[in-house]
C-alpha cells in the first residue's frame, strides 16, 4: 500500500516537473516552422557556411532579401551552420532525412553527400541549356550523366601579399622562401598558412597547392598516388617553410588572416574569395595577388556547388531560387558579392571592377590550370582520405615521424581504405 | 607569532594565485574584446583593457541575436537541471534505499552512459527524435541533455542519501510520516548540498553542450549562445573581437548561478555544525 503510494506520489511529482520544463521550453519559442508552406508562402532554408564570412556574409543576405523581394510564393532564409562543423552537420541532418533545403557544400562534402544519394537531381528541374555555364568547373557537377549541383562559387587560388612589405612579388619558388625569411622579425611574418590537425579542411586545401604546385597529384584516377616523389617534393616545401619559422605557428586561420588584414603577414596563399573578406576586415589594407611562385603552374580551387536536399519537400521552390540565382543580373551581383570568384555563368567583369581591383585578372587566367580539392577517382572517399593525409602530415611537421615514412603511411591506410 | 603571520601570508598568496588562475581567461576575454584591431597583434600584448572600444559590446547586443542566444541557452540549462534534479533525486533514492532484483546491473548501467562520447549517438538520437517531432525544438534538447547528465546526478545523490542514517527515517515513519514525506521532509533537507552541487554539473553541462545543439537545431532564433558563438566563426574571417565580447556575455549567466549554487553547498556543509 505505502509503495503504491509513493509510485503514484513520484508519478505526480515527476509529471509536475515534466510539465513545467515544458512550460519553460515554451516560453523560448520552439520552432515548428521549418520548410513547408506557410500562408501560400513557402519558406526555404539556404545553409551556407559564406554566411558566416564578415564583408560577404551580410551582403549575402541582402542578395536573398532581394529574391524574397522578386517574387511572393517563396522565401529562402539563411540557416546559421558554424564553418568549423558545416559539412558534418548538414550531412548528418540530410543522411536522417532531415536538414536545409538547399545547401552550398564544398567540394568533398558534396561528393560524398551525391554519393549517399543525399542530393536531390537538378536535370528535370534546371534545363541547364538556358545558361551559359563555365565549362571547366561545370564538369564537376555531374555524376554518370546526372546532374548534382550548380556552381555557386568557382574559386582560384593565388598568392595574396601585402604591397606594403613586398614590392616585387616573388616570381620562383626561391624568391619566394627568401622573401618570407626576410619579412619574418618582430611581430611580421612573412607567410602564413594552416598546419594544426584542427583545422583539417584547412590544412587538405593549403597543401594541395604545394603538391599540385610541384606536379603532384593524390592519384592517378585509378590508384593514389600520396607518397609518390612529386608529392614528397612539395610536402617537404611546405615543411621546411614551417620549420623555417616564417609562419605564426599555432595560429590558425581566423587568427592569421586576421594578421594579413592588419599587415603582420606578408604573404598568404588563398582563394578569390578572401578579396572580400580582406576588405571586410580592413578596407585600408594594400594587397595584391599574383600567381603562386611554385614551379608547377597548377593549383587548386574552391569549387562550391549549390545543391537540393534529397529529403526537401519543396525541390521545386528550392529549383525557383536557383534559376533566379543563374538570370545574368543575380550572377553579376553574385560575382560581385563574392570578391575574386567566379560564379556558374560566363560574365563580363566591369571596368569599375576592375579599375578598383585590377588583379580580378590574375584569378580568371588561372582557371584553366586549377583543380577542386578532391582525389580525382576517389571522390567521395576524399574527407577519409583527407583525414589520413592530414594527420600524418602534420606527424611530420611536429617531428613525431620523418615526412617520407608519413606518406608512406597515409597512402597504406589510404589504399586499405578506399579498398 | 612570527611563523604564525608567514602562514598566513603564504595562505593569502597561495588563494590569490589561484584566484589569479582561474579569473585570468574572463580578463584576457575583455582585454581581448576590448583591443583595437592593431593592438590585437601588437608585438608587446595589451594587459589593460582600452575603454574606448566598448562599443564592441553594444554592436554584439544590437541585433538582439546574442540576447536571444543567451535567453535559449538558459532555457536549455534551466529546464536540464530541473528535469535531471527531479528525476534524479526519486532515482538516488531507490537505488539506495530499495533492495530489488538487477539493482547493481542498473547501477553499471547508469555509469556505463557515461562512458559514450556523445558524438557516438548524435545519429542515433537524431532518427529517434525525428520519429517523436522533438527536433528543431528546445524541449528536445533539454530532453537529450537530460538523458545525459541523469545517471552522473542520480549516482552522486545515491552516495549522498547512503550516507543518511537509516534510524531517522525510521523514526519519522513512527511519527506517521508517509514515504514521500520522509523522502522530501527528512532526505531533501539532508543532502541539499549534493543537490546543489549535481545541479551546477546539470547546469555546466547543458550551458555548454554543442554537438547535439547544432545538429537538432534548424532555426537561427532558437540557437543557444554555445553554437552562435560558433555562428561567427567564418571560412575567411572572424570578428575576434566580437566573438570575446559574446563569449564573456556567455560565460557569466553561468558564473553567477555557480556562486548561487556554491552558497547553498558551504550552507549545507557547515549546518548545525556549532550545534550540540
Given at each position: ?245 616564417v609562419i605564426p605557428r599555432g595560429a590558425d586561420a581566423a587568427t592569421f588572416r586576421r594578421m594579413f588584414a592588419e599587415g603582420k603577414v606578408g604573404m598568404e596563399l588563398n582563394n578569390g574569395g578572401y578579396v572580400t573578406a580582406t576588405r571586410g576586415q580592413n578596407p585600408d589594407l594594400n ?133 | ?263 547553498h553547498v558551504v550552507a549545507g556543509m557547515t549546518a548545525g555544525a556549532v550545534k550540540g
Amino acid at each position: 500500500m505505502g509503495l503504491h503510494r509513493i509510485r503514484r506520489s513520484m508519478a505526480v511529482a515527476t509529471s509536475v516537473m515534466c510539465t513545467s520544463v515544458a512550460l519553460l521550453s515554451g516560453c523560448g519559442s520552439d520552432s515548428g516552422s521549418d520548410g513547408g508552406s506557410d500562408g501560400g508562402v513557402t519558406t526555404l532554408t539556404f545553409a551556407a557556411s559564406t554566411f558566416g564570412d564578415p564583408g560577404r556574409g551580410p551582403q549575402l543576405e541582402k542578395w536573398l532579401d532581394e529574391f524574397n523581394k522578386s517574387q511572393s510564393a517563396v522565401r529562402v532564409s539563411a540557416a546559421a551552420v558554424p564553418y568549423p562543423t558545416f559539412g558534418q552537420t548538414v550531412l548528418t541532418q540530410m543522411g536522417s532525412g532531415q536538414g536545409p533545403d538547399l545547401i552550398r557544400f564544398d567540394m568533398p562534402e558534396f561528393e560524398a553527400a551525391s554519393d549517399a544519394g543525399l542530393i536531390a537531381p537538378l536535370d528535370d528541374l534546371i534545363d541547364v541549356s538556358k545558361y551559359d555555364l563555365l565549362k571547366q568547373p561545370d564538369q564537376f557537377m555531374v555524376h554518370d550523366g546526372r546532374r548534382d549541383g550548380i556552381i555557386f562559387e568557382a574559386s582560384n587560388y593565388a598568392m595574396f601579399y601585402n604591397a606594403d612589405l613586398i614590392s616585387k612579388p616573388p616570381t620562383t619558388y626561391e624568391e619566394f622562401v627568401e622573401t618570407a625569411k626576410s619579412l619574418t622579425k618582430g611581430d611580421v611574418y612573412g607567410l602564413a598558412f594552416r598546419q594544426t590537425e584542427a583545422e583539417e579542411a584547412g590544412v587538405w586545401q593549403d597543401i594541395f597547392n604545394y603538391v599540385y604546385g610541384f606536379g603532384g597529384k593524390w592519384s592517378d584516377g585509378k590508384n593514389l598516388t600520396i607518397n609518390s616523389p612529386e608529392n614528397l617534393k612539395g610536402l617537404q616545401a611546405y615543411k621546411d617553410l614551417y620549420d623555417a619559422k616564417v609562419i605564426p605557428r599555432g595560429a590558425d586561420a581566423a587568427t592569421f588572416r586576421r594578421m594579413f588584414a592588419e599587415g603582420k603577414v606578408g604573404m598568404e596563399l588563398n582563394n578569390g574569395g578572401y578579396v572580400t573578406a580582406t576588405r571586410g576586415q580592413n578596407p585600408d589594407l594594400n594587397f595584391s595577388v599574383a600567381p603562386i611562385p611554385f614551379p608547377v603552374r597548377s593549383q587548386g580551387a574552391i569549387l562550391a556547388p549549390i545543391v537540393i536536399n534529397e529529403a526537401s519537400p519543396a525541390k521545386e521552390e528550392a529549383a525557383t531560387f536557383i534559376r533566379w540565382a543563374l538570370e545574368p543580373a543575380n550572377q553579376l551581383k553574385l560575382q560581385e558579392i563574392l570578391g575574386a570568384s567566379s560564379v556558374a555563368t560566363v560574365t563580363q567583369r566591369s571596368p569599375e571592377q576592375l579599375e578598383e581591383t585590377p588583379f580580378l585578372k590574375v584569378f580568371d587566367d588561372l582557371t584553366e590550370s586549377s583543380l577542386p580539392q578532391i582525389v580525382l577517382g576517389f571522390e567521395a572517399k576524399t574527407p577519409d582520405i583527407r583525414k589520413i593525409v592530414v594527420q600524418n602530415v602534420i606527424a611530420a611537421l611536429q617531428g613525431t615521424v620523418d615526412l617520407k615514412t608519413a606518406l608512406d603511411q597515409a597512402q597504406e591506410q589510404a589504399t586499405q581504405l578506399v579498398g | 607569532m612570527r611563523p604564525l603571520r608567514i602562514g598566513l601570508t603564504m595562505r593569502i598568496l597561495a588563494v590569490l594565485v589561484v584566484l589569479g588562475v582561474a579569473v585570468f581567461p574572463l580578463y584576457w576575454m575583455i582585454v581581448t574584446a576590448l583591443s583595437s584591431n592593431s593592438d590585437l597583434f601588437a608585438e608587446e600584448a595589451r594587459l589593460v583593457p582600452d575603454f574606448a572600444q566598448f562599443g564592441v559590446f553594444i554592436d554584439a547586443l544590437a541585433e538582439g541575436k546574442a540576447l536571444g542566444w543567451l535567453r535559449n541557452s538558459l532555457v536549455i540549462a534551466v529546464g536540464t537541471t530541473a528535469l535531471s534534479i527531479g528525476l534524479g533525486i526519486p532515482l538516488g533514492y531507490a537505488l539506495s534505499r530499495f533492495s530489488f532484483w538487477g539493482k547493481a546491473f542498473v547501477t553499471v548501467v547508469l555509469l556505463f552512459t557515461q562512458m559514450l562520447p556523445e558524438a557516438l549517438m548524435v545519429v542515433p538520437l537524431f532518427s529517434l527524435f525525428r520519429r517523436f517531432d522533438l527536433l528543431d525544438s528546445l524541449t528536445g534538447l533539454i530532453l537529450v541533455n537530460s538523458a545525459f547528465v541523469l545517471p552522473i546526478v542520480a549516482l552522486i545523490l545515491k552516495g549522498a542519501i547512503d550516507g543518511i542514517p537509516r534510524e531517522l527515517e525510521e523514526s519519522a515513519r513512527v511519527d506517521g510520516a508517509r514515504p514521500l514525506t520522509v523522502l522530501t521532509r527528512i532526505n531533501v533537507p539532508l543532502i541539499a548540498p549534493s543537490i546543489a552541487a549535481t545541479a551546477v554539473i546539470a547546469f555546466f553541462h547543458a550551458w555548454n553542450e554543442y554537438v547535439f545543439a547544432v545538429t537538432f537545431i534548424f532555426t537561427p532564433a532558437i540557437q543557444p549562445a554555445s553554437v552562435g558563438i560558433a555562428n561567427f566563426i567564418g571560412e575567411l574571417g572572424t570578428p575576434i573581437q566580437t566573438v570575446m565580447a559574446v563569449a564573456f556575455m556567455f560565460t557569466l549567466p553561468a558564473v553567477v548561478f555557480y556562486l548561487f549554487a556554491q552558497r547553498h553547498v558551504v550552507a549545507g556543509m557547515t549546518a548545525g555544525a556549532v550545534k550540540g
